[in-house]
């Protein structure tokens, strides 16, 4: 075999990398191609799922948001890989009752639910008188802003 980081570095039992690659010499390289292909392949196999919850909670008990009109909105305009509707598996937007269960495989941000969500706000034309806040890190909940503390501080 070819081993020319030997004459450069004699403590060093393996040959460059360079070389390894170019000769077809005897090498332990193309065992290290398909330890990196098993990893990729374990990697894919196991699915991270993360999980989100849309609480209407307030506004779905003053009958000013139908849960299921978002969740049609939602299963209508969330994107996987650039497209709408393309959701297949990977997205998956349930309800119970006034909550919104979107349980989605990795790349996808909890942020989007809120820009998604704020976007079918917008479209109620109800922007002005309810928020999407973050109560812990995998929920977020419609809330009215809070007109009284205006008043009290007058």
């Known amino acids: ?10 403590s060093l039992s393996l040959p460059c990398r360079k070389c390894a ?4 010499c005897d090498t332990p390289v193309p065992a290290m191609a398909i330890k990196g292909i098993k990893k990729k392949a374990a990697v894919k196999g196991k699915k991270q799922l993360l999980k989100f919850t849309i609480d209407l909670q307030q ?18 305009r969330i994107k996987v890989e650039g497209k709408t509707g393309n959701l297949g598996e990977r997205v998956v937007v349930t ?4 909550k919104i269960h979107v349980s989605a495989e990795v790349p996808f941000s909890k942020r ?4 998604l969500s704020k ?13 999407v806040v973050a109560p ?18 007058e």
């Open 1 to 10: 075999g070819c081993w020319q980081s030997m004459a450069q570095a004699p």
């Open 112 to 115: 989007y639910l809120k820009y």
């Open 119 to 131: 976007k079918y706000l917008k479209m109620q034309q109800l922007r002005d008188f309810l928020r």
């Open 95 to 98: 309800r119970d009752k006034s």
């Open 136 to 153: 812990n890190k995998t929920s977020y909940e419609l809330r009215y802003f809070n007109i009284n503390e205006d008043n009290e501080e």
């Open 59 to 76: 506004p779905a008990d003053d009958n000013i948001i139908e849960p299921k009109d978002l969740e049609k909105f939602l299963n209508s």
């Open 21 to 24: 690659l170019a000769c077809a």
